[in-house]
């Protein structure tokens, strides 16, 4: 069985780290162990965006951790060429991340909603480790495997992977 290291970069609280281990260990055939936490690499902030770079997040990652990690922060994502992520993976890789900052339906001058925040990062923490195994998007908008660019998008997909995906893990 494969192992997945879990990161919190930042502070992530034990609810949300048991809650995303025990999503993957459902999902996958992964063994997860999540490890002390550390703080996200400053240099990967971009001050006139406020905002961090993934990608550069992903790259101190690898360079650090020899094991497959999964990352989880609560600080804004973006991409470049894109306003904002929910996370970003290396597929077929070693690496991926999620921010939960733009997952809280307080984001959006919502009322808290505790369940609805934990589907979704179950939804982008499956979302991404699929990317890590192997999955590519799909485009059937029920799975879990299916791009969302918008929170919307996140909603409407399931948290597991289509059956089609499935075939592809194994
Ligand atoms: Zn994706
Ligand atoms: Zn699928």
Excluded: W
């Amino acid at each position: 069985m494969e192992i997945l290291k879990l990161l919190p970069l930042g502070n992530i609280s034990k609810e949300i780290l048991e809650l995303v281990a025990n999503v993957l260990k459902e999902t996958y055939n992964l063994k997860v162990e999540t490890i002390t936490s550390i703080a996200i690499p400053e240099k990967s902030y971009n001050p006139s965006r406020g905002q961090y770079l993934a990608e550069k997040i992903l790259d101190f990652l690898k360079k650090k951790f020899s094991l497959k990690i999964f990352a989880i922060t609560n600080v804004d994502l973006y991409a470049k060429g894109l306003n904002f992520i929910f996370g970003q993976a290396e597929l077929g890789g070693q690496v991926a991340i999620i921010s939960t900052h733009r997952l809280n339906p307080e984001f959006y001058s919502l009322s808290p909603n505790r369940k609805l925040f934990f589907e979704r990062i179950e939804k982008e923490a499956v979302h991404e480790v699929g990317h890590v195994l192997g999955l590519s998007h799909c485009n059937n908008k029920n799975c879990v495997m299916c791009f969302s660019n918008s929170i919307l998008e996140v909603d409407r997909k399931l948290k597991k992977p289509c059956k089609k995906c499935r075939l592809k893990l194994t």
